[in-house]
């Protein structure tokens, strides 16, 4: 079966670091994404790991670990737009997604 | 430009009645997918198709009829509808299928009375 694990809710203050966390347990793997979804909005690609370690993008870095079936999504310096919900999305055969994490910075 | 576009944006029906939403890439992507995201904000994928083709059929309600007359464009017939289909779809795509960038459209956010 596919399972997708990441916390629901997360809250943050501006200019500080967070660490959204993903465990999956799948039949197959591809790789794995991560997409941002502002309210409202249709969600956007931000990263896809598909080899283990750390890649680094902007502000934004994501981390696989492939043999733990986990992975992060590290924001630095975080900004109030950076409020929304973001997606762990293992690739098996096709693109699965966690609920999301709903981020919220405050001042 | 607009890369995925979808019509309508907002759509409000009784139940019972027949629906349709449409879909438009112009990006030269071969594979297109819809997705249902409900109010629990779970994204979950329907249907996708790969050069007018049917790859991706998950359990699905057989009232969800997609149909895709050229590569650019996917859309999605509902039958009967039900309160419980009430949600936000979203069609998607991406250049090929497998470990490819998904890019999606703005939703259409239709509610079941």
């Known amino acids: 079966g596919q399972n997708i694990d990441q916390p629901t809710e997360m809250t943050a203050t501006e200019g500080a670091i967070v660490q959204i966390n993903c465990t999956y347990q799948?039949?197959?793997?591809?790789?794995l994404f991560w997409y941002q979804q502002h309210a409202g909005e249709a969600p956007t690609f931000l990263s896809y790991?598909?080899?283990?370690g750390l890649e680094e993008k902007g502000r934004f870095s994501s981390f696989l670990s492939r043999s733990k079936g986990y992975s992060y999504l590290l924001l630095k310096e975080l900004q109030m737009k950076d409020s929304a919900s973001y997606l762990c999305?293992?690739?098996?055969?096709?693109?699965?997604f966690g609920t999301g994490t709903r981020l919220q910075v405050f001042p | 430009d607009t890369a995925v576009s979808q019509t309508p944006k907002y759509l409000v029906t009784q139940m019972g009645n027949d629906k349709s939403i449409k879909c438009e890439q112009n990006?030269?992507?071969?594979?297109m997918y819809w997705y249902k995201q409900d109010s629990k904000k779970f994204l979950k994928i329907m249907f996708s198709?790969?050069?007018?083709?049917?790859?991706i059929n998950e359990t699905v309600p057989n009232r969800f009829s997609p149909k895709s007359p050229d590569k650019a464009h996917l859309n999605l017939h509902i039958n009967s509808l039900e309160l419980g289909d009430s949600a936000v779809y979203f069609c998607?795509?991406?250049?090929?299928?497998?470990?490819?960038?998904?890019?999606f459209g703005p939703g259409t956010r239709l509610l079941v009375l």
């Open positions: 998607a795509s991406s250049h090929t299928a497998g470990e490819e960038t998904q890019y």
């Open positions: 799948t039949s197959g793997f591809n790789g």
């Open positions: 790991n598909v080899l283990d």
């Open positions: 999305g293992p690739n098996t055969d096709k693109l699965i």
């Open positions: 990006l030269g992507h071969d594979t």
């Open positions: 198709y790969n050069n007018k083709e049917l790859i």
